[in-house]
């Protein structure tokens, strides 16, 4: 049996700005090192879905409603990076990371190609962006939070697994000792 030659040129390197991915980050800096490939980083802000907000206006007004979301989105945003945009500020804190990682003795000589910040939902945006990238891997971490919490409500990673047409590495955080 022949194999087939592996090549990695493109790494999708898909993060919710967590540990776990920041731990992730290291397989995706060496994989494109030992490959030569370039890193495009990928962030997802979730939007709440219209079904939720149908349901929801049903309870209390759209205006309240809308104003509810834009509060708790300013307290999320102010918590995580301060008062820029969302997607403003998600993609300063990945260049920065980017910047930080090249400096660093482990990075010299790695490129990011791209850093994108999207809204929507991940599954649907990690897919998306590798297809369109054409991307040769995916590389994200995972929370691991146990197999109930899996079987109730599902993972991004395991449902980007079942649905990915591209291989996927997903990288768990170790467990502290």
Wanted: glycine share 6%.
């Amino acid at each position: 049996m022949t194999l087939p030659k592996v090549e990695v040129k493109k790494i999708l390197y898909a993060t919710d700005l967590s540990e776990s991915a920041r731990y992730a980050f290291a397989y995706a800096l060496s994989l494109a090192k030992l490959y030569g490939a370039r890193i495009t980083f990928l962030h997802v802000l979730p939007e709440v879905s219209e079904f939720v907000d149908s349901h929801i206006i049903g309870y209390i007004s759209a205006d309240r409603w809308e104003e509810i979301k834009a509060q708790h989105s300013s307290e999320a945003r102010e918590a995580l990076i301060g008062k820029k945009r969302d997607s403003a500020a998600a993609k300063a804190v990945l260049d920065q990371f980017s910047e930080d990682a090249k400096l660093g003795q482990e990075g010299a000589g790695f490129i990011a190609d791209e850093i994108i910040v999207e809204r929507g939902n991940p599954v649907e945006q990690i897919l998306k962006q590798a297809k369109e990238r054409n991307c040769d891997l995916i590389v994200m971490g995972t929370h691991g939070r146990g197999t109930l919490a899996d079987a109730m409500i599902g993972s991004t990673a395991r449902r980007v697994l079942r649905r990915s047409e591209k291989p996927v590495l997903v990288v768990r955080l170790p467990e502290e000792k």
